[in-house]
């Protein structure tokens, strides 16, 4: 796998790459194994040895049967500290908003106090989040993260099930994303909101199953890939 790719998508390293990715398919595209397995190639890089992924699933599922998940934030930050990856689990529908807001507080908390560590925090599901569409404001929390998190060699890496779900606030702060089977809406909100056109690969990631584009947004480049 290419180290462009897994830093472009999940390091904070405080360049112009180092602002936040998305990943984005349907249901059933595969999107949350393909985020498991980059990641688990990312952390054997060298540009990694610092880094810290944080996986906030809100559907309290995960790829990593040998990492205990947690609804501990306290509990989070503390297997981090010898650990490279963290699974974090909200409890409540009713405060799935908050629990991640805690998590990305915290996270800015860490890295002040740690420069020398970078953080990458992927939230999957995040259709669900109350106000993460393209019409509304996430909360201040996520767009502080988006915004302002190279600053701190924090990245948030965003799953969804429809491109058209990125809050439009965020878009300028993209600088990759993968794409897997999508809906022919998702082409059009591309081509007009994020100046990509997806329509050559569209036929080919919806008839290959599990096949995924990675999508560099800053040079409006895209690269098709078989399943891994």
Known sequence: MSQHILERMFLADGTEYGISSFIGGRTGSGKSYLMTELVNEAVKLPSFKDARIIYVSVKNESYWPDIKPTSSIDDLFKHLEKNRIGVFYPQNADEYESDLDDVISRTFEVATENEESSFCIIVDDCNVLDKFNSQSRPSKMVTKASIAGRSFNIKLCLCVHRI??????????????????????????????????????????????????FVDLLKSNTTLYEAI
């Open 164 to 213: 058209g779900n990125l809050p439009r606030i965020l878009n300028s702060s993209l600088n990759a994303g993968i794409v897997m089977s999508i809906s022919p809406m998702d082409n059009d909100y591309a081509k007009k909101i994020l100046t990509l056109d997806l329509d050559p690969y569209y036929e080919s990631l919806s008839e290959n199953q599990y096949s995924w584009a």
